[in-house]
């Protein structure tokens, strides 16, 4: 049943990259239940408007999950309460009359923050650009039947290509690793056919990547695996780290041929 | 203006085939000298981008979001169709080409519609290649289902999630090239302006959403990739940031905008639950193979819990009006009958505009985990959303604005009436008549983009003298700039009391009830009194926070919302203008004893392309007639 809520937030203020921020508090009040989080946010930010404050800038964009845009640390924990649910999935239930409430952006080195809540995640593509991929230029493949797949391996793959690339692993992790993220995409074409022939040399160029964009490193501490909201494990991590250590027991600088012809 | 399709004479077979054998081709060594545009990042952009990057052309390509892999089409959920026929089950290239004329309701131009069937086989085999995956059976082969308005199992699928893999497929085939330095990558950068000399496109201007800095890009063609505009509507299941400004800006400078009236409403997304509602979310409607749809028959039964309304008592309309399809009736179809039984006072839930979607039989009949394997993800979506659990109590759902099958009007080659400006995806008109059929978009998108305009740019390119692009001190690139920067002041000087949103929630109330599921002469002249208020009321009373140099939602808001009202005048109009239903258009003049769309083939088999006027005129409507040579103008028939 729809409920209204007051509730006090406590919201990181940035004016810009190169500024201070700080907490600002603001009132929410007469809140339905049934508002997303993020519904919420715009509730208050009309107000600012009208009050002719500057309202807060925060990323979203599908608003159902998928997009991965979206992007707050809620009280402490990215995403907010609910478990594998994004901010903008989260619903204003989950919340009590009176709470106070804190939103901060994702905190870490390699995520500056550019506007209040909104931070730059332009690492996690440059991550992907190095070698998460398959190189398969449009026009070459064959028949999609033509090589049979596991269904446990499609559905293992599945499982790992379900990330969002959101960084609320990222946020979570105290060294700011991002080894939940960068193992998915290894996990997913890993366990595929299609992705062996790069297999070794994607996870080695990805790490490489991952450490040149200064993100720490892992400790097991599995902070990432319960903040992510799309329930990918650390198994995907001990996965990568496998094949990390083989191919840098296996690595061999590649052959310089000459031109045929 | 004139509309030249330069459609393929000959079979329709061949007509790709010959097409692309007549092309001219662009000289390996002078792929590299092209500059190429590419405005959107999902599956249309990224497929084109990543694409005409491996061939060698020089790329750039440009996202509003903070990365190329959150474009919208990642929120797709259902599936993507292919004539692989891999079921067996007498599907085949024609009979997909069929479907899709036959779904848009006879207003899609054929040679296209065949083409896209044709080429739907490979785009399977490309993303199976990059790794995308698929749902598969145990034999390790690929499994398909069936999906809205099919009666074959042509689409392939991942889990819900079916567009979030084919994208990163995509993006990863982008990154890739990014990482090569073959394209170069602008996210948080939205176009401003389209830049036309001697009426041809030679660049965008962007204006870069974190800096506010404004900067001009020139090339030798330019590709819209940007998606639908079925924002207008306010409410609905595009992202929030979807917006219509890069076809807009285009429109204005002289490219035909075709049949913008054609939008879809989608029957299955979860209700409304009030004026705070921000957005609407879709279930994917691969839901109906299994769920049952129904309402009550009485309407004092529809305030009851559902599972205390007998069986006798529940009305399942869409199987007692369309026994061959039932539940599987196309989406304008099953869309419209939801009205019409909420109409008549028989919704459910709070607001009594919702009718239930049922799974207690197909749980009953393949047990709650097999329900769980295929749809998991969407009934957790749906509890996460609503706090019901649907393997409990059944779904609620309501129809919502999904997809526009309107846009930038296009010839064979994906060319608008702008020479140098190509269009792709949904932000074309092309493909899909008067009605979409399910998984037929990310199929259009990822054919446009892998395997149409790879060929298509370059028999347009090989007719340019390489080297002869403009330079960025052109007095046309400058007067483009000094436009943008005029109207983002505009913006911001205004000062009014009411925010962008508040014109948008307005406009989407004027749009919905007068330019939705059923459309009227009186309605259409009503809305069309209304929207131009609106408009001067926004230009007087908009309050935009801020200035334009620095990260400026409120900024990006005013300048689309004030894009939505002039396209929902256009949409209204055309509306007006289409004196017949088809597909998603429903003029409730037009319509069988039963209620049923009724077509005037004879007076509206043509596409309707609008030409601008200038500010302040009436824009001009042109037509392409349209022939149906292989499919037979018939009338739909779902019972």
Redesign the interface.
Known sequence: M?KHLNLTLQVWRQ??ATSEGTFVEYAAKHI?T???F??ML??VN?DL??K????I?F???????????CSMVINGRPHGP?E??TTC?L?M?SFSDGDTITIEPWRAKPFPV??DL?V???A???I??????????????????A?????LN??L??DA??C??CGACVAACPNASAMLFLSAKVS??GL?P??QPERYSRVRDMVGQMDAEAFGTCTNHGECEAACPKGITLETIARMNRDYIKASLTYRPEAVGGAAG | MELISRTPDGPIEKSWDKHRFDLKLVNPSNKRKYKILVVGSGLAGA?AA??LA?LGYEVECFAY????????S??AQGGINAA?N?QNDGDSIFRLFYDTVKGGDFRAREANVYRLAQVSV?I????????V??????????DNRSFGGAQVSRTFY??G?TG??LL?GA???L??Q??LGKVK?F?RHEMQELIVVDGVAKGIIVRDM?SGKVTSHTADAVCLATGGYGNVFYLSTN???CNATAVWRAYKKGAAFANPCYTQIHPTCIPV??D????L??MSESLRNDGRIWVPKKKEDCGKPANQIPEEDRDYYLERKYPSFGNLAPRDVSSRAAKQVCDEGRGVG?TRLGVYLDFSDAIKRLGAKKIEEKYGNLF??YE??T?ENPYEVPMRIFPASHYTMGGLWVDYNLMSTIPGLFVLGEANFSDHGANRLGASALMQGLADG??VI?YTIGGYLAGIKPGTRISAEDPAVKAAEQSVAERTQRLISIGG?Q?P??FHRELGKVMWEHCGMGRTEAGLKKALEIIPQIREQFWKDV?V??SGQ??N??LEMAGRVADFIEIGELMCRDALERRESCGGHFREEWQTEEGEARRDDENFCHVAAWEYKGEGNTPQRHIESLKFENVHLATRSYK
Do not use: W
């Not at chain 1, 398959?134 to 039947?145: C, E, I, K, L, R």
């Not at chain 2, 705070?276 to 957005?279: I, M, P």
């Open positions: 729809e004016k810009d339905s049934e508002m997303s993020l519904e715009d509730v009309e408007i009208h002719g404050e500057d309202p800038a990323d979203h964009d599908c608003r159902e999950g998928i997009c991965g845009m609910k594998r649910t999935q619903h239930r550019l506007k909104i730059d995640r332009g996690f593509d440059r992907i650009a190095a070698g998460g991929f398959v190189s398969v230029p449009t026009g070459s493949p064959q028949d999609a039947n090589l049979p797949i596991p269904k499609a559905d793959a599945m290509a379900a969002i690339g997913h074409l595929l299609q992705g | 497929a990543a694409t491996e979001q903070d990365s190329p892999r959150r474009a919208h990642i929120a692989k891999y490979n399977i085999d490309q993303c199976v290649a990059q790794g995956p698929f749902a598969r059976e145990y034999g390790g082969l690929l991942a889990r999630q979030q893999q990163l993006y990863q085939a990154e890739r990014i990482g990558m996210n974190v992202a929030k940031g639950t009030g705070h509602q921000s957005k979310t879709l709070p957790e979506m996460r959303i706090d892998y395997f790879p009391k925010t949103t508040h309050c926070p801020g620095e990260l939602q409120s």
